[in-house]
Every structure is written in structure tokens, then in C-alpha cells.
């Protein structure tokens, strides 16, 4: 009698631990681990709908990933020890304040996905810091070979207005970026990590005549192209000059940011650069870790709930290594790391590649 009550209480006490928990019943039939997560299935349906154009990669992705930095960045330590308010980090903060935040400098064009992003924000009665990252995530989902980014859900709507010079601008130097990242938390490789973003972006301010203009050849898949196309020698001038922050492109069509290019060569970032151009998987690993850590800024993600579940699951792209744009060699490559040989890339067929503008939508 003993031994089979010992044995009921083990069985059960095995049960309650196995046991499912019960999940949280969504809209559509979906479900969730948490409740609360349950809003973001329907804020989900609504921006791909009516921000993303039915879920693609286009433009208001590009800038809805962008925003996720230029909110996040927000944020520093130096400050705050300086006795003045530095941000709050991704607080949602260039939302609320945007009659502030978006007449930065660094800040320019930001206007117009805060102003496109805030009614949806405000619909669903969800904060504008986790709205920010939340858009970001699933914007970044529909790009081919995308990561499934963590979201976590739970900022408070409450922000100050952070302060200008703290979003890196394209003309700074590689110390003055480094020092900027280390301030918010970032580290040097964390930087390069972030920038798998330009893969997936373009240009609109730093030449205002030639408004759409790509960072890589590809700027819907998120793939390693851009590594390799930034350590291209340049010899085009895209558009009316060379402006700020800006430095000869590779490719007919293709824009290069002089910050990018510092970043590539200098000995701090040159080896974690290289390192994506044949391996897409890490590429996508250190950006979600990275990305991790960036939309917590001014957060602890303990506090914070997961409703990463939300977030779609990408396709995946058709390559994991960056080819060489047609009419490319490895003689035109400017390789930087010095601990690592330059891998084996080969060139795509056919005639000098010309790169497409991203259309206006
Ligand atoms: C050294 C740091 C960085 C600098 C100096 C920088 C600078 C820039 C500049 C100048 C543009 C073009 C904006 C325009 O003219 O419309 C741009 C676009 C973009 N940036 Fe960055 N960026 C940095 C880091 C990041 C990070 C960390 C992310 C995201 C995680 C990001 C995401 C993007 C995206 C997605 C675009 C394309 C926007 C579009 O196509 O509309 N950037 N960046
Ligand atoms: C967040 O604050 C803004 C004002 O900055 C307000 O318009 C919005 O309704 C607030 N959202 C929530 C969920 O409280």
C-alpha cells in the first residue's frame, strides 16, 4: 500500500511536470504560451496586410528594420554618468517625440515609417517602443533568407526624448562608431553583426537624386552579398558626386556608405566582415543575437515577455555563400583580415552586373 501511494504521488508529480501547459487561445485558431502575446497575431495581420504590401521585402521593411536602430541606439552610458539623461534605448521614444528625433541629422528620412508605423501602433493599443521591434521583426521575416528575430513583448509607452549625436552618421570614422556602439552596449563585432541589415536596404538622403538606390546587389534577400560587394574596389559614382558620407560603388546602380567601407577594412571589424561572405548561417545567427541584444537596450529582457511565436518563420534563400557580381574577379576584391585567407567566391555569368533601384511604394 506504501510503495503503490509512493508510486501515485511519483506518477502524478511526473504528470504535472509533463503535462502541457495550457496555451492561450488567439484569434484564427492560433495559439500562444502567454496571453498577452495574443495582440501581436492581430497587429501581425494587419502591418503585413497594410505596411508590408502583403508581406514583401520592399521598402517600408527596409525603413521599418532601420527604425529598430535609430529608436534603440537611443541610449548612453557616458551620459548617464554624466548626471543627463542619455534615451531610454528602445523605448519607442523617435515615436513619441518625433517632432524631436526626426530633425536629427542621422535621423533624416525616418519621418515618413514613424508617421506610417504610429496609427497601427495606436489601433492595437500596443507601446511604440515594442511596436518599433515588433515591425522590424516581421519585416525582416519576408526577406528570403531572413532570421526569425526574438521579440520580446512589454516596454512601457513612457519616454523622454533622447538626445541628439547619438545615431552614427556615415561620415564618422571607425573610432568614432566603435566608440558610439560600446557606449550603448554594442560591441565591435556586435556592429558588423547589425549591419547584415544593409543587406536588405537603400538609400534615399545621402543623394537625394538618386533616391532607392541599394547597398547590395540584392536588397530584398537577405543574403551575404553585401559583405562581399562593400569589399569591392569602387569606381562608380552612382549618382551627382560624391556626397557626405559616401564613397565610390562597385556597380552601376549600387551605392556605398563610406561607414561601411571604413568598417570592412579596419583591423577591429575587417575579420568578423570577411567571415559572412561564405557563411550565411552565422550571418543570420550573429544578427539575431545581436539584434537580441540591440532591441533590449534600456531594458531587462527578464522583465519582458516572450512572443517570439509571433514572429513568421522566413523562407530560406537560395544561397548560403555570396557569389561575385558578373564582370568581378577576386583581383578586385580589397580583403582586409589579415588572420584569415580570402575564401574561394566564384563570378556569375553573363555581362557586368547593373543593380536595380528599390521602387518607391
Ligand atoms: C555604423 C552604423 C550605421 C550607419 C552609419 C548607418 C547609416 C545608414 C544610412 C546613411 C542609410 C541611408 C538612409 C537614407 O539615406 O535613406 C542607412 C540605411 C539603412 N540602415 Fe543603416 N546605418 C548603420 C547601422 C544600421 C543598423 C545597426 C541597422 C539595423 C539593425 C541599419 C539598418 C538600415 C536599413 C535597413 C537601411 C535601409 C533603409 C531603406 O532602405 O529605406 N543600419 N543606414
Ligand atoms: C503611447 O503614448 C502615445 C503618446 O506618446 C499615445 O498616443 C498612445 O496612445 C500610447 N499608447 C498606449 C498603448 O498607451
Do not use: Y
Not at 492595437?124 to 520580446?152: E, K, M, T, W
Request: aromatic share 6%; hydrophobic share 40%.
Amino acid at each position: 500500500m506504501k510503495s503503490f501511494l509512493g508510486l501515485l504521488a511519483l506518477v502524478s508529480c511526473v504528470a504535472a511536470v509533463s503535462l502541457p501547459q495550457k496555451r492561450a487561445q488567439c484569434s484564427n485558431g492560433r495559439t500562444a504560451s502567454h496571453a498577452s502575446c495574443c495582440v501581436w497575431f492581430d497587429v501581425l495581420d494587419d502591418i503585413q496586410e497594410n505596411l508590408f504590401d502583403g508581406g514583401e521585402c520592399g521598402e517600408e521593411v527596409h525603413e521599418s528594420l532601420r527604425l529598430t536602430f535609430h529608436d534603440a541606439i537611443g541610449f548612453s552610458k557616458k551620459l548617464f554618468l554624466e548626471g543627463k539623461f542619455g534615451g531610454g534605448g528602445a523605448d519607442g521614444s523617435i515615436m513619441a517625440h518625433s517632432e524631436i528625433e526626426t530633425n536629427f541629422h542621422a535621423n533624416n528620412g525616418v519621418d515618413e515609417i514613424v508617421e506610417a508605423q504610429r496609427p497601427f501602433a495606436i489601433k492595437h493599443g500596443v507601446s511604440f517602443g515594442d511596436f518599433i521591434q515588433f515591425a522590424g521583426a516581421v519585416g525582416v521575416s519576408n526577406c528570403l533568407g531572413g532570421p526569425r528575430l526574438q521579440f520580446l513583448a512589454g516596454r512601457a509607452n513612457f519616454s523622454l526624448p533622447s538626445p541628439d549625436l547619438l545615431v552614427p552618421e556615415p561620415s564618422d570614422s571607425v573610432d568614432a562608431i566603435l566608440a558610439r556602439a560600446a557606449d550603448a552596449g554594442i560591441s565591435a563585432s556586435e556592429m558588423v553583426d547589425l549591419l547584415a541589415s544593409h543587406s536588405v536596404a537603400a538609400q534615399d538622403h545621402v543623394d537625394e537624386t538618386i533616391p532607392g538606390t541599394p547597398f547590395d546587389s540584392t536588397p530584398s534577400v537577405f543574403d551575404a552579398n553585401f559583405f562581399l560587394e562593400v569589399l569591392l574596389k569602387g569606381d562608380v559614382i552612382p549618382g551627382n558626386g560624391i556626397n557626405e558620407g559616401e564613397v565610390m560603388s562597385p556597380l552601376q546602380g549600387e551605392f556605398r556608405l563610406q561607414s561601411d567601407f571604413v568598417l570592412s577594412q579596419d583591423p577591429r571589424t575587417a575579420c568578423e566582415w570577411q567571415s559572412f561572405i561564405t557563411d550565411q548561417d552565422r550571418m543570420v545567427a550573429k544578427f539575431t543575437a545581436a539584434m537580441a541584444k540591440m532591441a533590449t537596450i534600456g531594458h531587462i529582457p527578464a522583465l519582458l515577455t516572450d512572443c517570439s511565436e509571433v514572429i513568421p518563420i522566413p523562407a530560406a534563400a537560395k544561397a548560403k555563400v555570396a557569389n561575385l557580381p558578373a564582370g568581378k574577379t577576386l583581383s578586385d576584391v580589397q580583403a582586409a583580415c589579415k588572420a584569415t585567407p580570402f575564401p574561394t567566391v566564384t563570378a556569375d555569368a553573363g555581362p557586368e552586373t547593373t543593380v536595380a533601384k528599390v521602387p518607391p511604394s
